[in-house]
T-cell receptor
Framework: GAGVSQSPRYKVAKRGQDVALRCDPI?????LFWYQQALGQGPEFLTY????????KSGLPSDRFFAERPEGSVSTLKIQRTQQEDSAVYLC??????????FGNGTRLTVT | RKEVEQDPGPFNVPEGATVAFNCTYS??????FFWYRQDCRKEPKLLMS???SGNEDGRFTAQLNRASQYISLLIRDSKLSDSATYLC?????????????FGKGTHLIIQP
C-alpha cells in the first residue's frame, strides 16, 4: 500500500523493558513526525525529521525517548526503561512540502 | 508549543441536524489551520483545510476568524457516519507540517 506503515500494531511491555517502534513513511515524503496520543487526548508532538536530520525533538518527554531516521526513510522510536505513563498510542506521520500530514495507524503501547 | 482549545463534548445530535463547534488558538502568528477527523481507535485523517475566506466541502463548512483567533466547523444534514472526534489543528510555523499543534478534539455522536 501507499500509506504510512507502523509496526507493531500493539505492544505490551513490562515496566523497565526497552521497546522499539517502527515507522515506514510514504515513499518520497521528506518530513516525518512522531506523536504520542493518550486516551481521550489529541496527538502530542514528540519529534520531527526532515530527511535524516532530526530538526525538532522538543516534545520528547524524557531522555528515555530516542528517535532516529538514519537513511532518511524508515524511522524508529525507542523508549528505554518503559514506565506506566508511557502507555499510549504512538502515531507516525509523513508529509511533503506544504502538504498535510498522512498518519499511520499507530502503535498501541501498554506498559504493565 | 502554543495552545489550541476545543470543547471536548460529547455533542449528541440527531441525524439530519446541523451542528457546529469552534476551536480557539492562542498564537496570533498562526498561519494555517485544519480540521482532522479521528474515528475510534483509528488514526487522524485530514477532513479539510481552513482558508481565510472560509471554505465549503459538501456538507462541511469551515470558517476562520483571525481577529478573535478561532476556527469553526459546521456540519449540515448530519449523518450517522459523521460520528467521530474532530481535531482542530493549527500551524504556527508556516505552510509546512512542522509546527502543527493539535487540540484535544471534540467528540460528536450522531443519533438515529
Amino acid at each position: 500500500g501507499a500509506g504510512v506503515s507502523q509496526s507493531p500494531r500493539y505492544k505490551v511491555a513490562k515496566r523497565g523493558q526497552d521497546v522499539a517502534l517502527r515507522c515506514d513513511p510514504i515513499s518520497g515524503h521528506v518530513s516525518l513526525f512522531w506523536y504520542q496520543q493518550a486516551l481521550g487526548q489529541g496527538p502530542e508532538f514528540l519529534t520531527y525529521f526532515q530527511n535524516e536530520a532530526q530538526l525538532d525533538k522538543s516534545g520528547l518527554p524524557s531522555d528515555r525517548f530516542f528517535a532516529e531516521r538514519p537513511e532518511g526513510s524508515v524511522s524508529t522510536l525507542k523508549i528505554q526503561r518503559t514506565q506506566q505513563e508511557d502507555s499510549a498510542v504512538y502515531l507516525c506521520a509523513s508529509s511533503t512540502r506544504n502538504s498535510p500530514l498522512h498518519f499511520g495507524n499507530g502503535t498501541r503501547l501498554t506498559v504493565t | 508549543r502554543k495552545e489550541v482549545e476545543q470543547d471536548p463534548g460529547p455533542f449528541n445530535v440527531p441525524e439530519g441536524a446541523t451542528v457546529a463547534f469552534n476551536c480557539t488558538y492562542s498564537n496570533s502568528a498562526s498561519q494555517s489551520f485544519f480540521w482532522y477527523r479521528q474515528d475510534c481507535r483509528k488514526e487522524p485523517k485530514l477532513l479539510m483545510s481552513v482558508y481565510s475566506s472560509g471554505n465549503e466541502d459538501g456538507r462541511f463548512t469551515a470558517q476562520l476568524n483571525r481577529a478573535s483567533q478561532y476556527i469553526s466547523l459546521l456540519i449540515r444534514d448530519s449523518k450517522l457516519s459523521d460520528s467521530a472526534t474532530y481535531l482542530c489543528v493549527v500551524n504556527w510555523r508556516g505552510g509546512g507540517a512542522d509546527g502543527l499543534t493539535f487540540g484535544k478534539g471534540t467528540h460528536l455522536i450522531i443519533q438515529p
